[in-house]
Nanobody
């Protein structure tokens, strides 16, 4: 069974940095579609950054210049590196692969393979 696990969440102060790691089990990322999301207070998931099978990335305006995606082919993981964190970045963060639903806002964990989420808390 294909699964994803996020790790690296935690608490940090405003302006700090965190790295989240997405690790698959039961499959390898390879040239697959994957993305990082976060759950907004209303319940939907906001697309933050995505990587398509051709290696092209898309970054949401809300995090452009602060969040980047990096891939470790040897470890078969994909990281979300977050810098200059703000209080409003406090959310549950998810990674997803082989998505079935696309767009800037999607139902969380709907279609494809999603992780369980990891909490990021930014305090002032």
């Amino acid at each position: 069974e294909a699964q994803l696990t996020e790790s690296g969440g935690g608490s940090v102060q405003t302006g700090g940095s965190l790295r989240l790691t997405c690790t698959p089990s039961g499959f390898s990322f390879g040239p697959s579609d994957m993305a990082w999301y976060r759950q907004l207070p209303g319940g939907a998931c906001e697309l933050l950054i995505s990587l398509d099978p051709n290696g092209r990335t898309h970054v949401a305006e809300s995090v452009k210049g602060r969040f980047t995606l990096s891939r470790d082919n040897a470890m078969n993981t994909i990281d979300l590196e977050m810098t200059s964190l703000k209080v409003e970045d406090t959310n549950v963060y998810y990674c997803a692969a082989n998505r079935k639903t696309y767009g800037e806002l999607v139902p969380c964990r709907a279609g494809g393979t999603w992780g369980q989420g990891t909490q990021v808390t930014v305090s002032s």
